[in-house]
Each structure stands twice: as structure tokens, then as C-alpha cells.
């Protein structure tokens, strides 16, 4: 996907950095800012049923649906392809942002959590690409219940 400044690398899941050394992320003026962001359900990736990228790269739509739920003893909690997760991303005056939509085709409620790993490297195109650097600046990142924040200090301050 791709607006202005902004552009986003994807996998079909609507997931990055999922495999390692990859170029995907959320990169804005040619430095990666977000390099992970993947979606669990109960800790599992959801299955992929499709994905479509829009003709003009401006958002990317993805249907998912989970998968089986067990108990400790093999007994299940949620049948396969019972919820429906559709995914819709879209970038807009530089910012990524994500639509989650669920739906029940159960005949009964299901209680579930969905969970979002995400991090920040903030490597310019060129590191992401694959040359080296010599040094870095430093990498932090504040994270509470309400908000999660990641900062970089460059060489240059």
C-alpha cells in the first residue's frame, strides 16, 4: 500500500514482519517505523481464506476465519472457521490505520481474545535492503496498558 510519504509492505494475512529479514513494515520518508505487526486469535494465526490489495495499492482487504479451539483433553471449544475476522487496512495522511470485523456463523456465543504483537526497528531502506551499518542510534520503547510508544535517537541526536 502506498500514500504519499507512506507506504506499507504486507504479507497476505495483512501481517508484518512475520518471517524474519524481510522488507515488510510501515515505512514513512524511506525509514522502516513499525516492523512487526501480526494478529492472533486465542494465540493462533487465524487461517487465510483471501486477500485483495485495491487496484490503486491505497488498502488491502483480508478474510480470515479461526481456527479449531481445544481443550486440554482434545475436546473443542470453538469450532474451525466458526468466527470470521475481515481485515481492512488503508493509509491516510501518514498514518496505517486497521479496521477488525467479527462474525459468529456458530449457532451458539463464543468467548475468545484477539491479541496484536507489534515493534518498531526504525532502519532506513537501504539497512532493510541489506547493508550493514556500522553503528546505530539507540532504540526505546514505552509500553503501558493504555499506549505503546516507540522512539528512536539518532547519531545525530
Keep these: ?5 507512506v507506504f506499507a509492505v504486507l504479507d497476505s494475512y495483512g501481517d508484518m514482519g512475520v518471517t524474519p529479514d524481510t522488507s515488510e513494515g510501515l515505512f514513512c520518508n524511506d525509514t522502516r517505523h513499525l516492523s ?3 494478529l492472533f486469535f486465542q494465540d493462533k494465526r487465524p487461517l487465510l481464506l483471501s486477500s ?3 487496484d490503486d495499492n491505497a488498502s488491502l482487504t483480508v478474510d480470515l476465519a479461526n481456527p479449531e479451539t481445544t481443550r ?3 475436546s473443542t471449544i470453538i469450532p474451525r472457521d466458526a468466527i470470521a475476522i475481515g481485515r481492512t487496512k488503508f493509509l491516510w495522511n ?3 490505520y486497521e479496521r477488525i470485523g467479527l462474525r459468529n456463523f456458530d449457532r451458539v456465543p463464543h468467548e475468545f481474545w484477539l491479541s496484536l504483537t507489534f515493534g518498531a526497528d526504525f532502519r532506513d531502506l537501504f539497512e532493510v535492503r541489506g547493508m550493514k551499518r556500522a553503528r546505530r542510534g539507540e532504540l526505546g520503547a514505552d509500553v503501558t496498558s493504555q ?3 516507540f522512539v528512536y535517537r539518532g547519531l545525530d541526536d
Design 72 to 74: 486440554s483433553d482434545g
Design 52 to 54: 485483495v490489495i485495491q
Design 147 to 149: 499506549i505503546a510508544r
Design 36 to 38: 512487526r505487526l501480526q
Design 1 to 5: 500500500m502506498k500514500s504519499g510519504n
Design 94 to 96: 501518514s498514518v496505517c
